[in-house]
C-alpha cells in the first residue's frame, strides 16, 4: 500500500508538468496561429488569384490544429457542419462553371473555417474575449473611417457637408476601395455585424463595486477607456451606415439593436409596435399625391436596387438550384450564370447580370446546392442554440458580449433578406469570427460565475463541456444527408419548397444537435 502511494505521488508531478507543457504548446500555437491568419486575410484583400505560398500555409496552420487539439473538436458544437462544409468546398471548386471567380472564394470560406476553430479554442477565458470585443471595436472604426472617405455624403441632412469638405483633404483613396471592394452594401452588411456587438458591450456591466476603486483605481481607468473605445466605435459606424444609404442595412441593424433591447426588457417591445406605425404613417405623409409615383420607383426596375431586381435574382437562383440541386453553380458563378444562360434578355451581352442572389439563403443554394444550404442554416441553428442554452446575462459581461453576438448575427440575417454576402467574400470573414467567439464562450462556459476555485487553468480545462461521442458524431454527420434526400425530392417540380425544407429542417437539426450532448 505504502509503495502504491509512493509511486502514485511521484507521479502527480509528472503529469502536472505535461500538463503544463501542453498548455504553452496549445496557447503558443494559437498566438502565431492568429498572427498567421491575419496576414493569410490580407492576401485575399490584394491577390486575385490566391498564390500557392498561401494555400500551403493555409494548409500548414489546418493541419498542426488537427494535430494539436484533436481530441478537443468534439467539444465544439458547430464542428460535424464545419467538417462537412470542409469536404464540400473542394467538391464544389471540382464542379465549378467559373474556377477563376471560385478560386478566391474557395480560400475566402476555407479561411474562415480555420479562424473559427482557431478563435474557439483562443477564447478559453475572459481576458481573451476582452481583447477580441477592443479589437473589432478598433475594425468598426476602420471601417467607419473607409466609408466616410470612400462614400458619396451628398445629400444628408447635417453631416453631408462636413464629409464632402474631409474627403477633399485626403486624395488617392481609389485604389484602397477597390482593393477592398469597399461598395455601400459592403460596407453595410459588415456594420450590421458590428453595430448590436458594440450596443452590448457599451451597456455590459464594469463590476467595479465604489468601496474597491481606490484599490482598483488602474482597473478602473482601463475600463473606462473600453467604454470610451466602444462608444466612439459605435458612434462612427452608426454615421457610416447611413452614409452607405443601405436600407437593408439599416432595417438590419435597427433589428439587432431591438432584439437587444428586448433580451435587456421585455417593455421595450412596444418600440417595435411604435416603429412600425410611426414608419408607415411617415411613408404616407411624406408622399401625399405622389404615392403611386414612389411605389412604381421602387417596384419597377431591373437593376438590383429595385425590387424586381431582386425578385429577378431570386428567380434565377431557383432555377440554379433546380438544375444543379446537389452541387450548385459554383462559388462566385452567380454572375456568369445569370449573364449568360439564366436571363430572359433576348441578348445575353446586354442583359442584367448580378454577382449573387441578393439573399444570403439563396445565394447558398445556388452557389453550392442544398447540402451547403443545410449545414448553413444547421450553423444559424446550432448558434441560437448556444444563445439560449448558455443562458447568458445582461448583469454579466460575457453574457452581455454573447448576447451581442447573437444580435450581430440576427442583423446580419436580417440584411440577408435583401442582400448577401457570399461563402469566401472578404468581409463574409466576420460570420466566421462570430461563430467562433460564441462556440468559444459556450465551449469554456464562460457564461458561468467562477468561484474562487474555478480560476486555476486546471479548473478552466474542467470547465470544457463534453464533447459529442463517436455515436453522436455519426448521426449528425448522417442527418444533413437525409435531409438533402428529402428537400430534393420536390426541387424539380418546386424549387422554392426544396429550399425551405432544407432551410427548417437544417435550423432544427442545428438546434437539436445540442441536446444530443449529454449534461455533465
Not at 455585424?193 to 481607468?221: D, G, I, N, Y
Not at 442595412?249 to 426588457?265: H, M, Q, T
Not at 437562383?317 to 456568369?336: E, M, N, Q, W, Y
Request: glycine share 8%; with cysteine; hydrophobic share 55%.
Amino acid at each position: 500500500m505504502n509503495t502504491q502511494q509512493a509511486s502514485t505521488e511521484t507521479s502527480l508531478p509528472v503529469t502536472k508538468a505535461d500538463r503544463n507543457t501542453r498548455e504553452i504548446i496549445e496557447d503558443t500555437f494559437l498566438w502565431v496561429s492568429l498572427f498567421v491568419l491575419a496576414g493569410l486575410f490580407s492576401v485575399t484583400l490584394v491577390f486575385d488569384p490566391i498564390p500557392q505560398a498561401a494555400w500551403l500555409v493555409l494548409a500548414v496552420v489546418a493541419v498542426a490544429y488537427a494535430i494539436i487539439f484533436a481530441k478537443k473538436i468534439s467539444c465544439n458544437p458547430l464542428s460535424p457542419f464545419m467538417l462537412w462544409l470542409l469536404v464540400l468546398l473542394p467538391l464544389n471548386y471540382w464542379t465549378s462553371l467559373d474556377k477563376p471567380a471560385s478560386q478566391p472564394k474557395l480560400f475566402g470560406a476555407l479561411l474562415g473555417i480555420v479562424i473559427f476553430f482557431v478563435l474557439a479554442s483562443f477564447t478559453r477565458n475572459r481576458l481573451r474575449l476582452r481583447l477580441a470585443a477592443v479589437l473589432l471595436a478598433l475594425v468598426g472604426i476602420a471601417f467607419a473611417l473607409l466609408a466616410f472617405f470612400t462614400l458619396d455624403p451628398t445629400g444628408l441632412p447635417v453631416i453631408g457637408g462636413l464629409f464632402v469638405r474631409l474627403q477633399g483633404l485626403i486624395q488617392n483613396l481609389t485604389a484602397l476601395q477597390e482593393t477592398l471592394q469597399a461598395n455601400s452594401n459592403t460596407i453595410a452588411g459588415t456594420l450590421t455585424f458590428l453595430l448590436p456587438f458594440m450596443l452590448a458591450m457599451l451597456f455590459s456591466p464594469t463590476h467595479l463595486h465604489h468601496k474597491r476603486r481606490e484599490r482598483l483605481r488602474a482597473r478602473h481607468v482601463k475600463l473606462m477607456v473600453e467604454k470610451t473605445l466602444y462608444i466612439t466605435s459605435f458612434l462612427a459606424m452608426a454615421v457610416a451606415l447611413l452614409l452607405t444609404r443601405s436600407w437593408g442595412g439599416i432595417l438590419g441593424v435597427v433589428a439587432g439593436i431591438l432584439a437587444y433591447l428586448i433580451w435587456r426588457d421585455r417593455k421595450f417591445a412596444w418600440i417595435l409596435v411604435i416603429l412600425v406605425v410611426a414608419a408607415i404613417l411617415i411613408f404616407i405623409d411624406s408622399n401625399q399625391g405622389r404615392l403611386t409615383a414612389t411605389l412604381t420607383n421602387i417596384l419597377i426596375g431591373q437593376d438590383d436596387t429595385k425590387l424586381l431586381g431582386r425578385l429577378d435574382s431570386w428567380r434565377a437562383a431557383l432555377g440554379i438550384v433546380r438544375d444543379f440541386p446537389f452541387t450548385g453553380g459554383g462559388l462566385g458563378s452567380f454572375k456568369l450564370l445569370t449573364q449568360q444562360i439564366y436571363t430572359s434578355s433576348s441578348f445575353p451581352q446586354y442583359a442584367s447580370s448580378y454577382f449573387h442572389a441578393h439573399n444570403n439563403l439563396l445565394t447558398v443554394a445556388a452557389d453550392m446546392g442544398l447540402p451547403a444550404l443545410v449545414l448553413y442554416a444547421a450553423l444559424l441553428g446550432c448558434f441560437a442554440a448556444m444563445l439560449f442554452r448558455a443562458r447568458p446575462s445582461i448583469e454579466s459581461r460575457v453574457g452581455g458580449m454573447l448576447v451581442g453576438l447573437g444580435c450581430g448575427m440576427l442583423a446580419h440575417q436580417v440584411f440577408g433578406l435583401t442582400d448577401a454576402f457570399m461563402l469566401g467574400a472578404k468581409m463574409g470573414v466576420f460570420m466566421w469570427i462570430f461563430f467562433g467567439l460564441a462556440a468559444g464562450i459556450y465551449m469554456h462556459r464562460l457564461t458561468q460565475r467562477s468561484s474562487k476555485s474555478r480560476r486555476s487553468e486546471a479548473s478552466q480545462r474542467q470547465l470544457l463541456r463534453p464533447g459529442y461521442q463517436p455515436r453522436e458524431f455519426a448521426i449528425l454527420l448522417f442527418a444533413p444527408v437525409l435531409i438533402v434526400i428529402l428537400s430534393s425530392a420536390v426541387v424539380t417540380t418546386l424549387p422554392w419548397l426544396a429550399v425551405t425544407m432544407a432551410v427548417v429542417l437544417g435550423a432544427a437539426l442545428g438546434a437539436g444537435s445540442l441536446w444530443l450532448v449529454k449534461k455533465k
